[in-house]
């Protein structure tokens, strides 16, 4: 059973999307995260250098903001994998990527307590 590529509705096998508006929204989205990657890639690798800085210094809210970050980062630009948007669609992997986010900042909230 293949999934439209954009809101993951099972479609027939040859197709790709269930509708021209979902192609045409999957092509939109797809540009408008091309200029955001690099933006995500910044507050991911800034979370990274974060948490070795917190480790480095043994301060543990410096460990869970630098989830938070990351958490929030995410949450902001939730791109998900090529690999993950083929397996579920556009729409429901960039929900899942929020939920990821969501849990990195309880995470990071719970670090800090
Ligand atoms: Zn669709």
Excluded: H
């Excluded at 250098?49 to 970050?69: D, H, R, S």
């Excluded at 994998?81 to 899942?96: F, K």
């Amino acid at each position: 059973m293949n999934k439209c590529l954009y809101c993951g509705k099972k479609i027939e096998k040859n197709i790709t999307y269930c509708s021209d508006e979902c192609k045409t929204e999957y092509e939109k989205s797809v540009r408008r995260d091309e200029g955001k990657a690099r933006l995500f890639a910044v507050g991911i690798a800034a979370g990274v250098f974060l948490i070795l800085a917190g480790v480095f210094v043994a301060w543990t809210p410096l460990i869970g903001a630098a989830i938070g970050l990351m958490g929030l980062t995410v949450i902001g630009l939730p791109l998900a994998t090529p690999e993950t948007i083929g397996w579920l669609g556009y729409r429901p992997a960039r929900r899942l990527a929020r939920a990821l986010g969501v849990l990195l900042v309880l995470v990071g909230i719970w670090i800090c307590l």
